[in-house]
T-cell receptor
Framework: EAGVTQSPTHLIKTRGQQATLRCSPI?????VYWYQQALGLGLQFLLW???????NRGNFPPRFSGRQFPNYSSELNVNALELEDSALYLC???????????????FGPGTRLTVT | GDSVTQMEGPVTLSEEAFLTINCTYT??????LFWYVQYPGEGLQLLLK?????DKGSNKGFEATYRKETTSFHLEKGSVQVSDSAVYFC?????????????FGRGTQLTVWP
């Protein structure tokens, strides 16, 4: 069974530009999560989508946004890039709320975003 | 609130040494606990889990027991190998929460020398 996939692997952008990161969940999973892993800051929760709806959002500015498509894949958009947005962005998927084990999240390999 | 406190390290061991990485948690609801491992340049892999008190999760020689009385989930391995060198993250999910998210510790870098 295929795991969580993310694209691109690496992305280099200039300050002020926009970045788009993509994620495909494990087949059968309806929930998708985004986390940021910046150097020295650990893993920070960004967003949770389920059934096409944003269910929860971490403490990030509105220029971090995303969406989930009918096939449950997801996109993370970062507008007006800043140098401190440079990080590894990890996507995870799980079964939906009410399904067991909803609480088990499986991660993709990540997208390394570098802002210069 | 909900949080995880994890021994940060780094931890450096010789091959075949015993490993312990401490993890404690605070949860406002009923916790499920996880250990994830991150090898260099990769994403997180689920290593083991425990979903109720006194459960022991185990995988690849690693073990962790969910201790409700001490709110702990320490990771142990009796004999580490060079291939175990990685960053280990303790994580918490609060069942019944509408937030969906995992709460992570800061990670512990383990280096094993031959």
């Amino acid at each position: 069974e295929a795991g969580v996939t993310q694209s691109p692997t690496h992305l280099i952008k200039t300050r002020g530009q926009q970045a788009t990161l993509r994620c495909s969940p494990i087949s059968g999973h309806t929930s998708v999560y985004w986390y940021q892993q910046a150097l020295g800051l650990g893993l920070q929760f960004l967003l949770w989508y389920d059934e096409g709806e944003e269910r929860n959002r971490g403490n990030f500015p509105p220029r971090f946004s995303g969406r989930q498509f009918p096939n449950y894949s997801s996109e993370l958009n970062v507008n007006a890039l800043e140098l401190e947005d440079s990080a590894l962005y990890l996507c995870a998927s799980s079964l939906g709320p009410g399904q067991e084990p909803f609480y088990e999240q499986y991660f993709g390999p990540g997208t390394r975003l570098t802002v210069t | 609130g909900d949080s995880v406190t994890q021994m940060e390290g780094p931890v450096t061991l010789s091959e075949e040494a015993f490993l312990t990485i401490n993890c404690t948690y605070t949860a406002t609801g009923y916790p499920s606990l996880f250990w994830y491992v991150q090898y260099p340049g990769e994403g997180l892999q689920l290593l083991l889990k425990a979903t109720k008190a006194d459960d022991k999760g185990s995988n690849k020689g690693f073990e962790a027991t969910y201790r409700k009385e001490t709110t702990s989930f320490h990771l142990e391995k009796g004999s580490v190998q060079v291939s175990d060198s990685a960053v280990y993250f303790c994580a918490l999910s609060v069942r019944g929460s509408t937030l969906g998210r995992l709460y992570f510790g800061r990670g512990t870098q383990l280096t094993v020398w031959p």
